[in-house]
């Protein structure tokens, strides 16, 4: 089960309450003497502090699983009383006592009760809304109060958000115990609760604004506002699947206004402008984007169904090296067929057979000047095995059967024990939790925990072999970043081989990235750290470990044992969406192609899976057994390049560009002089119909900003240094790099750049070119100079 781990403030720019708010919560702010001790006034204290415009708002909520918002349709916002809870309000307290009442159950009981997710309750205004009672009918406001009957909606990450109408205050504790013991709640409270209780699925997004004038002056003055707003920008735009709904005390005032966008279950502070209120909108995807944002729907002819296309590829290619394609002419028909990042997978292999691998790639490079290949080390990583066998190779498991899963990994496995490698299964994981097999091929549930071993119920018949994996879905385990084995290969390997990027395994929250460059040193400062997203505790984590990592690699295969395999899409769309704000690199990894290990030709659904994940934002695909194993890697590497050609055909880009910019001033207020250069940049190229983006780098970072911001034109990158080169042309999407002898003078350096263009049909004569570079010659971060030439 996947919480609202998304809940940050601070989304929005910090700036000043316009001035009208601060005269109108004036008084509320400054009119108490600080000598008044009385109790109304200890209680209320929060009426008098002014808004915080400089306070950081991110992680200022906890995370919460579920969101349950009781639907008020009979009074307003500025009628509330002050504290709900305390009140017979619209059965708040009844919610909050059946909450309390299961909390302390649970807490009582031992450790092998199933987890109580944590509820949030909420009231919102429904006045005049077809969810609440039709105020404006008497006799049905009458009859819906006689009867007791309330509406509520219930929000929760990766499920349906529902409304639940007709409820009474006698379904309260079961309604409250369903929310907190059941994972999938949707499915089991139509048939669970009452036969008058009705139970819908909600289309559309809800934004709720705290307005609880009662509570805090500082709503008062920034919510209606806000609530005004958006209702005039959804009604403008005809977004009739948009509802807001001024909402009570939800926390935080001190960053008013405060927005809760649901079903993502975001939350963003200083919403005080009509300028971030449209942002939010932006921001949130409460709007739908401009015909052709993603896709060219109205250029998307026959035509061009059918002709072949012979675009410049922007997304770049990761191939798995291995036994099908190591040798010197196989890694070379690789790099013709659009290889960009070698990859040496160290959970097979030693480093004398990867050295090997490395001086081959190494020569056949050398007979194709000009040509960059990043090389990538993907560390083994901690990980959970099952253990040897006794005298069989494989043994099979009955379903029904029961076995014993001990931590002694000497022990010999069969039929009743399953030597596992993990010393802390016992108490990391909980009876009733799910254990996974060889990938899932035996699925087992964990029945009794013992001190050194667990007992669980097969599942399912399976035939399973020895040393293979094993999952703890949803389990938070406690294994090194790195194990021995890791460090060695990271220092005895990567730093001396001079490798490009380390592939973290299992990478679950920022500090293990940080542990990871104390590991490389200043010796491998220059190696770019690309963290895997396997297991829940990175998606947990996913927002620190991306302000910490250079890259992202959405690793699917073990993210799809840790989560439902149903959800790993709606992962890989978070994932990269959120990477691609930042500007960083993110891989799409896993079977994109694993059918052509064995044929020649990929399945349509393969095909559409790699366009997806191109269409999604991702910067680079990566094939795995296909290159390293499969009967055909030249041809996977072929059909994938065609694959990505055509996606990226139908992508608008000037639309992408410009939604970016929006989003990143949503999140940013401002922009850090180089990305305003890059931007920028990128924003003239469109206006004037530029066919190539020049751009003179010592590290690579301006050219990751440039395609950041999504340019339909190629980038070429110019750089006297090889790891920089690599750098571009392994992992920035759109970008081509060349390496120069000197960074010191520029008039030639990009009159040489106008000629490489030309040579790669890219411009012709006459065509406007925009440059980026610095007005300090061979100074790393000194772009800040924007021109236009002509070629």
Same mark, same amino acid.
């Given at each position: 089960m996947t919480s609202f781990v998304r809940i940050v403030k601070g989304s929005l720019p910090t700036r000043k309450i316009p001035s009208a708010f601060v005269i109108a919560g004036a008084q509320s702010f400054t009119s108490s003497s600080s000598t008044d001790t009385s109790p109304a006034t200890r209680r209320h204290r929060s009426l008098h502090r002014p808004i915080n415009d400089a306070a950081p708002m991110a992680g200022t909520v906890r995370r919460y699983d579920r969101h349950v918002f009781i639907l008020d349709p009979f009074r307003g916002h500025e009628n509330w009383p002050t504290y709900l809870e305390e009140s017979r309000f619209l059965l708040v307290a009844d919610y909050m006592q059946a909450q309390r009442a299961l909390l302390m159950a649970a807490h009582s009981r031992s450790g092998e009760q199933e987890r109580a997710w944590t509820l949030k309750f909420n009231v919102a205004e429904a006045l005049n809304h077809p969810l609440g009672a039709p105020s404006d009918d008497e006799d049905a406001i009458n009859a819906f109060k006689d009867r007791g009957l309330h509406t509520i909606l219930i929000f929760s990450p990766c499920t349906p958000s529902l409304a639940v109408r007709g409820l009474t205050k006698a379904d309260i504790p079961a309604l409250v115990k369903l929310l907190h013991s059941v994972a999938d709640y949707p499915t089991t409270l139509p048939t669970a609760l009452p036969t008058h209780v009705a139970v819908q699925n909600l289309a559309g997004k809800d934004i709720f604004v705290c307005a609880h004038a009662s509570r805090d002056a500082r709503c008062k003055a920034c919510g209606p506002p806000l609530v005004k707003w958006l209702r005039e920008e959804v009604d403008m735009r005809g977004k009739d699947q948009v509802r807001v709904w001024p909402s009570s005390h939800v926390g935080g005032h001190a960053h008013a206004a405060n927005a809760l966008v649901f079903p993502g279950g975001d939350w963003y502070g200083r919403v005080n402008s009509k300028e971030k209120a449209k942002i939010l909108l932006e921001a949130s995807s409460m709007a739908s984007p401009p015909a052709g944002h993603v896709l060219r729907e109205s250029n998307i002819t026959l035509d061009h169904v059918l002709r072949e296309n012979n675009a410049i590829r922007k997304s770049k290619i990761v191939c798995t090296l291995g036994p099908a394609c190591w040798s010197v002419e196989g890694l070379g028909k690789l790099i013709d067929a659009g290889m960009n990042v070698a990859r040496l997978n160290f959970s097979h292999g030693d480093h004398e057979g990867h050295g090997a691998t490395l001086d081959r790639l190494r020569e056949a490079l050398a007979t194709r000047p000009g040509v960059h290949v990043a090389v990538m080390l993907d560390t083994k990583g901690p990980e959970i095995r099952t253990g040897f066998l006794g005298s069989a190779k494989t043994v099979e498991y009955k379903k029904g059967s029961i076995v014993e899963i001990v931590t002694d990994y000497s022990m010999p496995g069969n039929s009743e024990i399953i030597a596992c490698s993990y010393s802390d299964l016992p108490t990391t994981t909980k009876v009733g939790a799910t254990i996974l097999v060889a990938d899932g091929s035996l699925v087992l549930k964990v029945t009794e925990l013992r001190s050194s071993s667990v007992m669980a119920e097969v599942q399912n018949t399976a035939v399973i072999g020895e040393r293979k994996n094993m999952n703890l879905p949803g389990a938070i385990v406690n294994l090194p970043t790195l194990t021995e084995k890791d460090?060695? *290969?990271?220092?005895?390997?990567?730093?001396?081989?001079?490798?490009?990027?380390?592939?973290?395994?299992?990478?679950?929250?920022? @500090?293990?990235?940080?542990?990871?460059?104390?590991?490389?040193?200043?010796?491998?400062?220059?190696?770019?750290?690309?963290?895997?997203?396997?297991?829940?505790?990175?998606?947990? /984590?996913?927002?620190?470990? #991306?302000? !910490?990592?250079?890259?992202?690699?959405?690793? !699917?295969?073990?993210?799809?044992?840790?989560?439902?395999?149903?959800?790993?899409? #709606?992962?890989?769309?978070?994932?990269?969406?959120? $990477? &691609?704000? !930042?500007?960083?690199?993110?891989?799409?990894?896993?079977?994109?192609?694993?059918?052509?290990?064995? &044929?020649?030709?990929?399945?349509? %659904?393969?095909?559409?899976?790699?366009? /997806?994940?191109? #269409? *999604?934002?991702?910067?680079?695909?990566?094939?795995?057994?296909?290159?390293?194993?499969?009967?055909?890697?030249?041809?996977?590497?072929?059909?994938?390049?065609?694959?990505?050609?055509?996606?990226?055909?139908?992508?608008?880009?000037?639309?992408? @560009?410009?939604?970016?910019?929006?989003?990143?001033?949503?999140?940013?207020?401002?922009?850090?002089?180089?990305?305003?250069?890059?931007?920028?940049?990128?924003?003239? $190229?469109?206006?004037?119909?530029?066919?190539?983006?020049?751009?003179?780098?010592?590290?690579?970072?301006?050219?990751?900003?440039?395609?950041?911001?999504?340019?339909?034109?190629?980038?070429?990158?110019?750089?006297?240094?090889?790891?920089?080169?690599?750098?571009?042309?392994?992992?920035?999407?759109?970008?081509?790099?060349?390496?120069?002898?000197?960074?010191?003078?520029?008039?030639?350096?990009?009159?040489? %750049?106008?000629?490489?263009?030309?040579?790669?049909?890219?411009?012709?004569?006459?065509?406007?070119?925009?440059?980026?570079?610095?007005?300090?010659?061979?100074?790393?971060?000194?772009?800040?100079?924007?021109?236009?030439?002509? $070629?």
């Open positions: 460090v060695a *290969d990271l220092t005895d390997f990567g730093i001396p081989q001079n490798v490009d990027f380390i592939a973290a395994s299992f990478v679950r929250k920022g @500090s293990d990235i940080d542990y990871i460059r104390s590991v490389l040193g200043e010796e491998g400062s220059h190696i770019k750290i690309i963290a895997k997203i396997e297991n829940q505790e990175g998606l947990h /984590n996913y927002e620190e470990i #991306l302000d !910490r990592t250079d890259g992202i690699m959405v690793a !699917r295969g073990d993210l799809g044992m840790e989560i439902p395999p149903e959800k790993v899409f #709606l992962g890989q769309k978070m994932m990269i969406n959120k $990477a &691609n704000i !930042r500007g960083k690199p993110v891989i799409t990894a896993t079977q994109m192609l694993e059918s052509m290990i064995k &044929n020649p030709r990929p399945t349509r %659904a393969e095909c559409t899976d790699v366009a /997806n994940a191109v #269409l *999604d934002g991702t910067d680079c695909v990566m094939l795995s057994g296909e290159t390293a194993n499969g009967d055909f890697p030249t041809e996977a590497v072929t059909i994938m390049a065609k694959i990505c050609r055509e996606a990226e055909s139908a992508m608008n880009y000037n639309q992408l @560009s410009n939604t970016m910019r929006n989003t990143v001033m949503a999140f940013m207020g401002h922009m850090p002089a180089p990305e305003s250069v890059a931007s920028s940049s990128v924003k003239t $190229a469109f206006d004037i119909d530029a066919k190539m983006i020049v751009v003179l780098t010592e590290t690579g970072n301006t050219a990751q900003l440039i395609a950041k911001y999504r340019p339909s034109m190629p980038i070429l990158a110019l750089t006297a240094i090889p790891e920089t080169a690599r750098f571009v042309q392994g992992v920035v999407k759109n970008s081509y790099c060349v390496v120069i002898g000197s960074m010191i003078g520029t008039e030639s350096i990009l009159l040489r %750049a106008l000629d490489i263009g030309r040579q790669k049909g890219w411009v012709e004569s006459g065509a406007n070119v925009v440059c980026v570079h610095g007005t300090q010659e061979a100074v790393p971060g000194s772009s800040n100079m924007l021109r236009v030439m002509i $070629a």
